[in-house]
């Protein structure tokens, strides 16, 4: 075990602290452009670094989007690398989405990029599927948990091609989400404030599909803000008290640069929207 704190009590602490909102850092083409800066590795630097500034300062959690620096190619991953460090030196946690999933020793080498201790690209927590099967996590979750960081695992994410799958019945009766979201909360039980071990869920699924109320770990729920997930459907979905849910907004946000102020201004609206009780129905 390393020494530092469970990634789910870090988290717990983090979100007490700035609220729930998980800010994605999001280089796409269209957004750099739309800053006036060139899409080249240069114009990926300023925009990410600019944005990381803003948002590592306000939002309990980041969550760069990995193919958007890797598509600038090794140039694209130093920049990657340097919005990692500013927003861990601004006090964010670091949610990498890479959604990395694989067998065997590939796997190993997926933890050891970016979860084991002495990682290369050392995140507090990553995204990964499970589709190679559940077990196929099962040493990046230990290894990940051992250093103190955490993972996020795809259960039902809310792009149309995905209920084919992930709704699917297995023989006892549950969808494949369930049987993730089931495994997940398996591996988090008796941890408390949460589990290190969270799940994907779209903000944009209809209520009623998945049954969440033993996961005891954090949900990232993608698709608040542009688009369309209310914090009314939010909490239709989650539960009023939203517990450990983190709405994760990034071209609602993206959109208000390159000016660090607009931006900011934006974190702050977004914030006080999850917070406000009447739209949290207390």
């Known amino acids: 075990m390393s020494g530092r704190e469970r990634f789910g009590a870090r988290l717990a602490k983090a979100v007490a602290a700035r609220g729930p909102l998980c800010a994605g850092i999001d280089p796409h083409p269209g957004l750099i452009e739309a800053w006036g800066l060139p899409v080249d590795a240069s114009g990926l630097e300023r925009f990410a670094l ?12 980041v969550k760069p989007q990995s193919a958007f620096f890797e598509s600038f190619g090794a ?14 030196d601004a006090g964010a946690l670091v949610l990498l989405d890479v959604k990395r999933g694989d067998i065997g020793s590939t796997m190993g080498a997926y933890t050891a990029a970016y979860v084991a201790e002495g990682a290369a690209i050392a995140a507090d927590a990553i995204t990964v599927s499970p589709y ?3 077990g196929s996590l099962a040493q990046c979750a230990e290894t990940a948990v051992s250093a103190g960081r955490g993972i996020f695992v795809l259960a039902r994410t809310s792009n149309p091609e995905a209920g084919e799958v992930q709704n699917a019945k297995l023989p006892d009766g549950r969808t494949v989400a369930q049987a993730i979201v089931d495994s997940v909360a398996a591996l988090n039980a008796g941890a408390e404030p949460l589990g290190d071990v969270g799940v994907v869920v779209g903000a944009t699924v209809p209520p009623g599909e998945l049954d969440l109320s033993r996961l005891n770990g954090p949900v990232l729920a993608p698709g608040f803000g542009a688009q369309g997930a209310t914090v009314a459907d939010l909490r239709a979905l989650f539960g009023a008290s939203l517990p450990g849910v983190l709405p994760a907004s990034s071209r609602d946000i ?16 977004v914030a006080e ?6 739209e949290n129905g207390q």
């Open 50 to 61: 600019s944005a990381t500034e803003v948002l590592a300062a306000q939002a309990a959690v």
């Open 75 to 88: 140039a694209g991953v130093r920049v990657l690398e340097r919005v990692v460090s500013t927003a861990r």
């Open 132 to 134: 190679l099967g559940f």
């Open 254 to 269: 993206l959109k208000h640069g390159p000016e660090q102020a607009a931006l900011r201004q934006a974190v702050e609206r």
């Open 273 to 278: 929207v999850l917070a406000d009780p009447q």
